[in-house]
């Protein structure tokens, strides 16, 4: 396959206007299926989350599951929509082996949530900018199953030498979440994208409706782009870029299709309109499924369910109820614990918020629970390509370290230590502490005995200090934390030093 | 005795059993030697569970000696239509495309078959995926009506019917999407019900058309079609359409049987040209028997009646198409042209074509043609405005009467081989059931006598509002005396012996 030709952004920026349109998938979290009573957990052993409803047995019926409606009406909610008075599912028909029933149950011209918007913040070189992102509707539908194509060079179907279905995950609710286009990004417009599918991760994450995992694809980002030479002229042809697992990518995958598109285009080609795909690796798209011949649906009102009529008194509770908006709360906060803009943004960049809000609701310090989760473990999380969120420490972890801390039971070097050891798995880090030996050393006798054995490979330092060079014990206490392998306070060592030299240190 | 045993009504046997008079052992004995003596000539049966038969019979005989209580069907026999799903027992829907599939789960119409002590013998005969009305379309070959074996059943379930009118069970199951339990009851001198939409849970019930379906009882008498609907109604929260009301009290209904003052409709729209002379001439006097008994007669119509068939045979195919495109061969069932080499789409074309018969195919193309998109509103969209009309014409009419009646179908048993080349001829089969399919109301279709110019057996059908079943039942129960009265015994026993 050869390359796309791409041309530089700025030059594509300068020659065409892009036109956005996001289509976000969520997983939602319940404990069951969509229409069935099967249970939703990630990485189950393939094929052992199923019954005949979810794999489309002949014969078996779907029931909908309460508590995705509900999930979904709140999300609607949240995102400022309208919610239908009365709706209906609709069947999509199309034959693919991973969809059991080769229809897939879903929403049609009825969703349940309709003409909602979303208010970002979008961080530019320009400072922030906000953009309200309009909300064209939230469906209901379910999950498809998962096809592991072996052999072949491309990982897909075509080229495969056979095919693997794990239908878990058929079955599972999903909300897909559709933006009207978006206009007048221009520039920030791989900006605008990202800050969307953050802040409405941060909404869904606040609702609690979802664990958002883009990694695990709990939340999935298709990217539908176009190019026009200016505003005034009618949307151009679109490519529906899947795949985009993160937001660096959805990021990445915008800037990359205005650059393929605009070559095209200025080469005098044509966009086809097609579903690519995004290579997190390479940072392309590849062209997928051609969608020239437009796929026939064949949409029709579901008859195996009846329609869904929300009771108004009900969405009005689900309404009051809804947590605090993400943006609102932020704003407050900022207020509260007294934090620059600069601070505020940090933490909201590091996407930890929600983390920083737990840890002080679990007892501890804002400054020193910031501190910790946009510094170690964001650091930790970017070494290896994952979301803080999913390290595996939890808001309960750090507030337990910094009490071991306060305790004088660790310092700041053992406590690094610990949060390896959860990271690792090691369990808590009362266990951590506990397998790996890690508590200060709190007794004064070893500590003697290293102070001594320093001083002896270190005979010098003593007149140093006796002859007023106090900043010489750097070199006894050092040796003593490394011979402790660093579970010494280093303050004691300094106090014990200056005990037996019988100096008075200095303030 | 043996004998005699197949001869009663599953009420009888209920209580014989019940009274210790027969076990459930001699009677599933009595009913699978019987099987084997005839169904080679009927051909009612795809599958027969002897085995499971008799270990249910063992069990409600253990359960009686045991003094433990007995449901009011228990040890009673009954064939299966092939199209509900029993664990572990072949399933084909008379399909090749399901030959071999033996489904992991019961569908909850059998869950309350064991829950009532019923014993199933097997599963029976049925045009392809219940696309037919007389089982020629079954992939297994055609079952043969007992009345004259060269002539068809009726269908999708003749299986179902041929094995009650020839004695090889008392009960049945059958199900009901235009027609299909209540045509073969008619051709066959026996009793069908199709319950209201919804008041039989549908899980288990390989779907044709989902808003449509409707699985119902198969009997030779109304009181027994009574227990039986009773034993299988009710809610069930895995099917979403099915109705949470209590059951209709079909049984005291059916016990009941009287039509003073009840007020009964003739529906215009479905007689004269096109319905047999026999057909009318029986109707007509039935009509007089019910006018004697005390009902008040009156005629209504319901004029969109004559778009009935036209918007059925759009609505039924697109929900068909769907339904039946989880038939792939990739999870259950035959697999055509897996060789290493061929893609999935062609092993899935593959199969389909190799699995589904022509009729199953000529539905799912008109269905796709339907649904499709600049095609939807014209066919599948107006074909759902007619059927908004017939449920008003329904509606208007049952102001006006508590039952609605016509015959059921419009000729007696076709012979094999005479229409089966001819889909519309076919179709116009169902053209007096299928309203009522339509609009979700329930009926019943009962034998009133044999068409004096062929001597083969006539049927009445009753249409009540939907969840007003007992309404049949109380008026059937009420002709079926009087007929019974006027012959002095059921039109069943002049059945020619097999």
């Known amino acids: 396959m050869t390359a796309d030709a791409v041309i530089p952004f700025d030059d594509a920026i300068a020659a065409f206007d892009p036109v956005m349109g996001l289509e976000v998938h969520v997983e939602l979290s319940t404990a069951s299926k969509m229409f069935c009573s099967c249970p939703t957990e990630f990485g189950a052993e393939p094929n052992s989350q199923v019954c005949p409803v979810c794999l489309g047995l002949p014969g078996a019926l779907p029931a909908v599951n309460a508590a995705a409606i509900e999930a979904a009406i709140r999300i609607g909610l949240a995102l400022n929509c309208s919610v239908a008075e009365w709706c209906r599912f609709a069947r999509k028909n199309y034959f693919y082996p991973d969809m059991p029933k080769n229809f897939q149950t879903s929403q049609y011209d009825e969703p349940i949530c309709f003409d909602g918007y979303l208010d970002v913040d979008v961080p530019t070189a320009d400072g922030i900018k906000k953009v309200r992102i309009e909300i064209e509707r939230a469906h209901m539908e379910e999950d498809t199953g998962k096809a592991l194509h072996v052999g072949g060079s491309t990982g897909r179907i075509h080229g495969a030498d056979f095919s693997l279905v794990d239908y878990n995950r058929a079955g599972i609710p999903l909300i897909e979440i559709v933006t009207r286009p978006i206009e007048g990004a221009e520039q920030f417009a791989p900006e605008v994208a990202r800050a969307y599918v953050a802040a409405l991760r941060e909404i869904l994450r606040s609702l609690d409706v979802s664990d958002v995992r883009m990694e695990q694809g709990s939340l999935r980002c298709d990217v539908n782009l176009s190019l026009r030479r200016t505003p005034a002229d009618p949307l151009g042809t679109r490519s529906e870029t899947k795949n985009v697992n993160s937001l660096r990518s959805v990021e990445r995958a915008v800037r990359y299709e205005i650059g393929r598109q605009a070559a095209l285009l200025q080469a005098g080609g044509k966009v086809v309109q097609e579903t690519r795909h995004w290579h997190e690796d390479t940072g392309v798209t590849t062209s997928g499924r051609s969608k020239e011949g437009a796929e026939d649906y064949r949409y029709f009102p579901e008859p195996d369910l009846l329609p869904i009529a929300p009771d108004p008194a009900w969405v009005e509770e689900l309404r009051a109820t809804l947590p605090e908006n993400p943006a609102v709360r932020r704003a407050r906060l900022a207020t509260e614990w007294g934090l620059t803009d600069f601070e505020m943004d940090s933490l909201i960049n590091a996407g930890a918020l929600d983390l920083v809000i737990a840890t002080v609701a679990a007892g501890g310090d804002q400054a020193r629970a910031r501190k910790w989760w946009t510094g170690e473990l964001t650091r930790i999380a970017n070494d290896r390509g994952v979301d803080v969120h999913d390290l595996g420490v939890t808001p309960e972890h750090v507030v337990r370290i910094e009490t071991l801390i306060s305790e004088g039971a660790l310092n700041d070097k053992l406590a690094r230590q610990v949060i390896e050891g959860v990271i690792a798995g090691e369990g808590d880090p009362d266990a951590v502490v506990a397998s790996r030996g890690l508590a200060v050393v709190s007794d004064d006798g070893p500590l003697l005995a290293a102070i001594d054995e320093a001083l002896t490979a270190n005979p010098d330092v003593i007149e140093k200090i006796m002859g007023g060079k106090q900043q010489a014990a750097g070199v006894i206490v050092g040796a003593v934390m490394k011979a402790t392998r660093g579970q010494a306070d280093a303050a004691r060592v300094r106090a014990l030093l200056f005990d037996k030299l019988g100096v008075v240190e200095e303030a | ?498």
């Open chain 2, 1 to 498: 005795m043996q004998q005699h045993l197949t001869r009663l009504s599953a009420a009888d046997i209920a209580a014989a059993i019940s009274d210790g008079d027969v076990s459930a052992t001699e009677v599933t004995r009595a009913h699978l030697d019987r099987i084997a003596e005839v169904d080679e000539r009927v051909h009612a049966f795809l599958h027969i569970d002897d085995e499971g038969a008799l270990a249910t019979a063992a069990a409600v005989d253990a359960k009686r000696k045991a003094g433990e209580p007995l449901g009011p069907l228990a040890g009673v026999p009954l064939a299966l239509k092939d199209v509900m799903t029993m664990r572990g027992i072949p399933t084909t829907c008379g399909s090749r495309i399901l030959e071999g599939w033996r489904p992991p789960y019961d569908s909850t119409v059998v869950e309350r078959l064991r829950a009532a002590d019923v014993v199933i013998l097997g599963k029976t005969n049925m045009d392809e995926f219940a696309m037919g009305s007389s089982t020629e379309h079954s992939a297994y070959g055609p079952s043969h009506n007992p009345w004259d074996l060269d002539r068809i059943p009726g269908g999708s379930g003749g299986g179902s019917a041929a094995a009650i009118a020839a004695f090889e069970a008392p009960l049945a199951i059958g199900t009901d999407t235009g027609g299909s339990i209540r045509q073969p009851a008619a051709v066959t001198g026996t009793v069908g019900v199709k319950p209201t939409y919804g008041g039989v849970s549908r899980f288990g019930l390989v779907a044709l058309a989902s808003s449509l379906d409707q699985a119902g009882p198969c009997a030779r008498t109304v009181e027994d079609a009574a227990l039986l609907h009773a034993a299988i109604a009710g809610h069930d929260p895995r099917d979403s359409t099915s109705l949470t009301d209590p059951v209709p009290a079909v049984v005291e209904a059916a016990r009941r049987g009287d039509v003073r003052g009840l007020r009964v409709g003739l529906v215009k729209e479905l007689s004269g040209e096109g319905y047999q002379a026999g057909v009318t001439q029986r109707f007509n006097e039935a009509v007089d028997i019910l006018t004697e008994l005390g009902a008040e007669v009156v005629e209504v119509s319901c004029p969109h009646f004559d778009y009935a068939l036209a918007a059925y045979y759009l609505i039924l195919p697109a929900e068909a198409s769907s339904n039946l495109a989880r038939f792939d061969g990739m999870r259950f069932g035959l697999r055509a042209g897996d060789n290493g080499e061929l893609g999935v789409e062609e092993v899935m074309s593959l199969t389909r074509e190799a699995g589904f018969g022509a009729e199953v195919k000529r539905r799912i193309m008109i269905g796709t043609y339907a649904l499709s998109s600049g095609y939807y509103d014209a066919y599948y969209g107006q074909a759902q405005k007619v059927r908004t009309l017939i449920q008003r014409d329904f509606a208007a009419a049952f102001e006006q009467a508590d039952v609605l009646i016509s015959p059921t179908a419009p000729t007696t048993a076709f012979r094999i081989g005479e229409k089966v080349d001819d889909p519309i001829a076919m179709y116009l089969n169902d053209v007096a059931t299928i309203p009522v399919n339509l609009a979700g109301n329930c009926a019943m279709s009962l034998p009133i006598g044999l068409a004096p110019e062929d001597g083969l057996p006539v049927g009445l059908q009753i249409m009540a509002p939907a969840r007003a079943d007992e309404r049949l039942y109380n008026a059937g129960a009420a002709l079926e005396a009087a007929l019974r009265d006027r012959w002095g015994h059921l039109l069943i026993e002049e059945a020619p012996a097999l």
